[in-house]
């Protein structure tokens, strides 16, 4: 490395590359992403009676998860 053959230097020296994600010290640029988990909820929804089967009351299925 160029610490040992250096005489004084004032840092050690850069990686030639930038890491991945953003440098430390930065702030975010964006946000993280929200997305609606359509969940129904015990207040909004009827309650079956407990002899009956239960069935989908929604015919749209959950979204998918990414990333």
């Known amino acids: 490395h160029l610490r040992t053959k250096a005489g004084c230097p004032a840092a050690a ?3 030639s590359r930038p890491g991945p994600g ?12 929200r997305h609606d988990v ?12 407990s002899n009956t089967k ?4 929604s015919n749209s299925p959950r ?3 990414k990333g």
Request: a positive charge; zero cysteines.
């Open 13 to 15: 020296p850069k990686p």
């Open 22 to 33: 953003r440098p430390p010290g930065h702030p975010n640029r964006h946000r993280a992403a």
């Open 38 to 49: 359509h969940i129904v909820t015990a207040a909004t929804s009827n309650k079956p009676n």
């Open 54 to 57: 239960k069935t989908k009351t």
């Open 63 to 65: 979204p998918r998860r």
